[in-house]
């Protein structure tokens, strides 16, 4: 369904997630209300991905590789 479930340490809340392409544009972003957000990510084509999360003052990124 590309439906994928966030979850994070109670202390670190992020509020805003941002996903780039591997070309650097940003192809979804979205808030975070909780410290567990299912997000659905079905409309990404596969490829690798930067997921950045954002607090106003830490940014914390990872990396998302989608293979269907």
């Known amino acids: ?6 979850v994070t340490s109670p202390k670190q809340r992020f509020d805003k997630l941002t996903i780039f392409d591997a070309m650097g544009k940003m192809v979804m972003s ?8 299912t997000i659905d990510l079905g409309a990404l084509v596969n490829g690798v991905y930067t997921l950045k999360f954002s607090d106003g003052s830490i940014d914390s990124t990872m990396r ?3 293979s269907q």
Not at 1 to 6: F, H
């Open 1 to 6: 369904s590309g439906e994928v479930q966030i």
């Open 64 to 66: 998302l590789v989608i």
């Open 30 to 37: 979205q808030g975070l209300n909780a410290s567990n957000t």
